[in-house]
């Protein structure tokens, strides 16, 4: 180390250069003409290698880049810069390439030395490895664009429960702008009615635990409530004191509105199933009054429970709002075959889902007994199906339907007589 010379402040055993060598820090200096005379170990491994003294200039890196990791001159580095135009510049940033590929960014503190007299005689360059930092500071950049580009509101607070960072998320969310909330309690978002929360999530947040899917309701800026799913956790400094948290709140309004319409349909699915125990149960009641035998019992309450089905398949085509009375009796009919020989008249009329199953009984044991004895037995005549809606004395509405069998002469004789049939209800 040509030139530099011992600082008479240091005890008289003490060796600058000795210190120098000593030092954690990466340090190196070189002579007037650039060439390096002296490097200390922290520098070398900095480098990833060791420069030749003498041979080596400006900087012992083995390659140079900018902060951009575009190349770098040796003779365009801060210590190079410093000694040809004698101007220090202090903690300029650059990239050192190893050989290995290994990119390791650092800050340059080059210093110009002198003798005795004044004269220059070279310079002393400081390298600060900034790597870690560096690697900080990317992670905190992507954790910002994590943050800013969540669909969820990400908030954080102070223990005080001041705001003291707002994404877009909670903008879209609760409709406050950042500007408008930061600063300010996050009371702001909890209604009257539960600003006993906070309190308790504070105090477990104090005591370092974290709050996960807490289920919730909190307010916008309109006034209108929103259903979330609150996470929390403790934010801490670097000695790892609880200072803040860090709340995720997620919409779940969707859910909520799903949860809902799923218990109501499980309560009608309920209602419904009882109601078809109500009508299997009835008919196999009336069926067991007039089956002569058990096989019969047996048929009758198959081809009832199959009628049943056919009316409980035109509900569910229509998700159980009903059917019509023409949809209702083409179904029923339409097992036993000739249904063009049917004609039917009425008004448009949709029917309730307990008047569709238990009508489409009746339409099923009108058809069986015309199969059995009626037209449907022979190859002619016809039935004419009439309804109507009509108001009894007390102005109550009612539906009338008529099932009328007409023969043809031509057509055969059957011991049962021709059938009419009619019905009302209220």
Request: charge should be neutral; glycine fraction near 6%.
């Amino acid at each position: 180390m040509d030139g530099l010379q011992n600082d008479p402040a240091l005890p008289p055993d003490v060796r600058l250069p000795d210190l120098l060598a000593a030092l954690p820090a990466a340090v190196y200096t070189i002579d007037t003409s650039g060439l390096i005379t002296f490097y200390n170990d922290a520098a070398a491994e900095l480098w990833g290698y060791r420069p030749r003294l003498g041979e080596a200039e400006w900087c012992g890196s083995w390659k140079l880049r900018w902060p951009d990791e575009r190349p770098m001159l040796h003779g365009e580095c801060p210590m190079a810069v410093t000694l040809r135009e004698q101007r220090e510049i202090r903690g300029a940033e650059a990239i050192a390439e190893r050989p290995d590929g290994t990119l390791v960014p650092f800050l340059a503190f080059p210093t110009l030395l002198r003798d005795a007299s004044g004269t220059l005689v070279g310079a002393l360059n400081m390298l600060v490895d900034i790597s870690g930092r560096k690697r900080q500071e990317e992670t905190a950049e992507r954790l910002a664009s994590i943050v800013e580009s969540s669909d969820d509101a990400i908030v954080s607070k102070d223990l005080n429960g001041t705001i003291m960072s707002w994404n877009d998320g909670a903008q879209r969310l609760f409709g406050y702008l950042a500007e408008e909330v930061i600063g300010k309690s996050i009371t702001i978002l909890i209604p009257e009615d539960r600003h006993d929360e906070e309190p308790s999530i504070v105090s477990r947040i104090r005591r370092g635990e974290r709050v996960d899917h807490y289920e919730t309701i909190r307010v916008r800026k309109d006034r209108s409530l929103v259903n979330i799913s609150l996470s929390v956790s403790p934010l801490r400094d670097s000695a790892g004191r609880v200072i803040g948290a860090s709340k995720i709140a997620r919409d779940i309004t969707d859910r909520k509105e799903t949860e809902k319409r799923i218990l109501m349909l499980m309560r009608e699915v309920n209602h419904r199933v009882k109601n078809q125990y109500a009508v299997i149960l009835s008919m196999i009641r009336e069926t067991s009054k007039r089956a002569k035998s058990p096989v019969e019992f047996e048929k009758q309450v198959r081809e009832r429970i199959m009628a049943l089905a056919r009316s409980h398949d035109l509900l569910v085509g229509a998700d159980w709002r009903g059917a019509t009375v023409f949809e209702l009796l083409l179904a029923q009919v339409k097992p036993f075959g000739n249904e063009e020989r049917i004609t039917m008249s009425g008004p448009p009329i949709v029917l309730q889902p307990n008047a569709v199953q238990y009508l489409g009984i009746a339409f099923h044991e009108l058809a069986t007994n015309s199969a059995k004895y009626g037209v449907l037995s022979a190859h002619r005549g016809a039935i004419a199906v009439a309804w109507k809606i009509d108001y009894d004395s007390d102005g109550v509405k009612r539906f009338g339907l008529s099932w009328s069998e007409i023969r043809d002469p031509r057509s055969p004789r059957t011991p049962k007589p021709d059938l009419a049939r009619s019905c009302w209800s209220g």
